[in-house]
């Protein structure tokens, strides 16, 4: 038997190390992938029945030879070896939760998926493509696992695509994006669950033996009880800055399944994807079902350095110009709501020029003749100018909005209808409804149909005819209110089990074809709040709206936990009138993202007015540090009485941190000073105090300068006390 040696390390990431049989013979010889990015590996390797395993998952080795002795350590310590399959089948040798079940056209429900070949691409000088295929080896049956990895940013995408050539429809059971096998001594699972204006609430606990399943069956604003994102924690809980710790999330605005099976040889199966209930999916020969991709990064330095990971390969690989500029806005609907005409809106427009931000927003309200849009029970589909409030039309006010020095931009719902429209008494057949069940409301709308391609046209049209009537509006925020009642599809007839997983390539198409004509212009993901908060949609999108809840003190904590997941500029964060804390306050938590405002300006004193003048001002000069810059976590809300949070730039010459008083008890505030990360341990700070609010001083020393090492190794107290509830502090290099 002869064998040929492969040791090729190829570029951008990836290293094959393998061993290659070229004669026949009962059993392949072992096939080594380490998958490997600046600082860690995943690593997959093949055993004796061409069985593709997971075998490692962390920092990389030195030696890339060396990962060929890792399977071989695990079979010593476990022969059985069936827990660590890189993509599990059901129905033949492997006895834990699948990642993927299918039914044959013969009714036959087996798999066994070995290893076939495998070829790398290299994308840039960044970004590596590696696919792997395996085949059934008594079904024409095959899946191809792909590992895209982002070199510097240690960040990986996986997904799988499936297709068979038998003689009939397959039936996918279940059909994951990804399995990863994780081994460590104890795992802890942080994860969120929420409600509207209740988002990103974390628990965290030790994951025991059997299965934790995260998922959501909603249908639309899925994320609205559980959202997708998780981190996981070896060894032991992981801390801001200490630890080993894998963050993950998946890319898909729909029904999603994340099971974490802890089996009896203490080994974490971490399964992702579309969730398969009442979503069995039927595949015809020689079509590819693709799954969304599942994203994660993993750090042995702690929860900061995995979340600045993935927030730099967001800016730079996922969301809509994610190295670019935003706007900052002013919106009418707090101050309106439903309540507003031509002539309110034109006022609302020269506040928009006084408060001095660079765009008007348009919430609800705008539309609807027949059936208006005066209150949320009624006009939803009927996406034509109310004559009564906007007699001269949208372009009256974009005009206006020109002439006053500001952009424009306004609000849609297209997803969606009211049965009191138009829409739904011509066409009944685009709702989603059971056709002999009472229809139940969410919001007092139903969900249109996106599987039907006509629906995505005429969702795609609402946005078109928007932009061509009005080529220069600016701006669009996106919103989606209502979840999925009484499933069923008059288009899809008797493939009824395709409706929630062709919603959202429905809604995707319709999304590719704005992006495709429509490139470059901000989109803000709204879902009611953050119902819909997912890297599928983001890459559609410029920012999202994290929750309706906007009482800052809510803020504080709902922002620092999107944060992990989510860079700064994508968390759209406006300035309103709830809660009773002050302008000050309600300002330098909104300025923690991309900043925007929700009040009623003519309202504003004067002081008010000009604090909010200075605090734009410092906005606009440190925004490309909070925009694009490494975010800090300094000291957690949840912990502390008050919560600290910091950026810095990519030059580490500028930097901003953010103090906010969480806790109201008497004597509350900050007693000793707080140690600051991420700056140059060798350059000098000029720290000074912003945001202050008009006839205030500071207590921090003027002109104080002080070294990286210092202010990293011994700190600075902020003093945030009950008279002091916001801090800003700005440093800038001092040469």
């Known amino acids: 038997m002869k064998k040929k040696l492969i040791n090729k390390v190829l570029p951008f990431g990836v290293v094959l190390v393998s061993s290659v049989v070229m004669a026949m013979g009962s059993h392949a010889q072992t096939v080594t992938i380490p998958v490997e990015t600046q600082n860690n590996a995943l690593v997959l390797q093949t055993d004796g029945d061409k069985t593709l395993k997971m075998v490692y998952f962390g920092s990389k080795l030195g030696n890339a030879k060396e990962y060929e002795q890792i399977g071989k350590m695990y079979r010593q310590a476990d022969d059985s070896g069936v827990l660590t399959e890189a993509y599990m089948a059901s129905g033949s040798q492997s006895l834990a939760e699948p990642a993927i079940t299918v039914t044959h056209t013969d009714g036959n429900k087996s798999l066994n998926l070995i290893y076939v070949s495998h070829t790398v691409t290299k994308v840039d000088e960044d970004v590596s493509l590696l696919a792997v295929n395996l085949k059934d080896p008594v079904y024409p049956f095959e899946v191809t696992l792909y590992y895209k990895t982002y070199f510097k940013e240690d960040v990986t995408e996986q997904w799988s695509v499936i297709k068979h050539n038998e003689k009939g429809e397959v039936t996918l059971n279940k059909y994951a ?49 559980e959202p997708s994102m998780f981190m996981v924690s070896m060894d032991k ?24 099976e802890l089996d009896v040889s203490n080994n974490l199966r971490v399964i992702a994807g579309i969730n398969n209930a009442a979503a069995e999916y039927h595949l015809k020969p020689a079509q590819e079902f693709t799954t969304p991709a599942f ?60 408060l001095g931000v660079d765009l008007f927003l348009l919430d609800d309200g705008w539309f609807g003749n027949k ?273 600290s949070i910091m950026y810095v730039n990519d030059s580490k010459s500028k930097a901003v941190v953010f103090n906010y008083l969480v806790n109201n008890r008497y004597g509350a505030g900050t007693k000793v000073p707080i140690r600051l990360k991420g700056l140059d341990p060798q350059k000098k700070y000029l720290v000074k105090e912003i945001n202050l609010y008009p006839g205030s001083n500071s207590s921090i020393e003027n002109n104080l300068v002080l070294t990286g090492d210092f202010l990293m190794t011994v700190g600075i107290n902020p003093d945030v006390n009950s008279g002091r509830t916001s801090v800003v502090l700005q440093l800038e290099e001092s040469r």
């Open 371 to 643: 059936f208006p849009r005066n209150g949320d029970h009624a006009g939803l589909g009927d996406w034509q100018e109310n004559k009564l409030k906007l007699p001269n039309g949208i372009g009256s006010l974009v005009k206006e909005a020109t002439a006053d020095g500001v952009k424009f931009g306004i609000w849609i719902e297209p997803e969606m209808v009211n049965p009191k429209s138009e829409l739904y008494s011509k066409h009944p057949d685009w709702v989603i409804k059971q056709p002999n069940r009472p229809e139940k409301y969410f919001r007092n709308q139903l969900v249109l149909d996106l599987a039907n391609p006509k629906v995505q046209d005429f969702v795609f049209g609402i946005v078109d005819d928007l932009f061509t009537k009005n080529p220069t509006l600016a701006y669009i925020k996106w919103d989606c209110n209502a979840v999925i009642y009484n499933a069923y599809s008059a288009y899809l007839k008797k493939d009824q089990s395709h409706l929630y997983t062709d919603y959202v390539f429905g809604l995707y198409k319709v999304l590719e074809r704005v992006r495709a004509k429509y490139p470059k212009v901000p989109l803000m993901l709204c879902s009611g709040g953050g119902g819909r908060v997912d890297y599928g949609a983001l890459k559609y999108f410029t920012e999202f709206w994290p929750s309706d809840n906007t009482e800052p003190l809510e803020r504080v904590f709902i922002q620092w936990e999107y944060s992990y997941f989510y860079p700064a500029m994508t968390s759209s964060n406006h300035v309103t009138d709830w809660g009773k804390q002050p302008i000050k306050f309600r300002t330098d938590v909104a300025m923690m993202g991309k900043l925007g405002f929700d009040i009623v300006v003519s309202k504003l004193s004067e002081q008010d007015l000009d604090y909010v003048h200075d605090a734009l001002k410092n906005y606009e000069y440190l925004k490309d540090a909070i925009w694009h810059g490494d975010q800090y976590r300094l000291q957690s809300p949840w912990d502390n009485d008050a919560a």
């Open 177 to 225: 994006s990804a399995n990863l096998n994780l081994k460590g001594n104890g795992f802890w699972l942080k994860q969120y669950h929420g409600n509207w204006a209740l988002e990103m609430q974390p628990e965290e606990a030790k994951l025991t033996h059997g299965i934790k399943t995260i998922d959501s069956k909603l249908g639309t604003r899925a994320n609205l009880y």
């Open 295 to 354: 994203v994660y990064t993993y750090s042995d330095h702690g929860k900061g350095d995995a979340s600045r990971k993935l927030q730099r390969w967001a800016r730079k690989y996922k969301i809509v110009d994610g190295q670019g500029d935003r706007l900052t806005l002013l919106n009418n609907w707090e101050s309106t709501y439903f309540d507003f005409n031509e002539s309110k809106l034109f006022g609302l427009l020269k506040d928009t020029k006084k």
């Open 237 to 260: 809980p992981a801390t801001e800055d200490e630890g080993k710790v894998v963050l993950g999330a998946l890319e898909w605005s729909g029904n999603f399944k994340i099971d974490l």
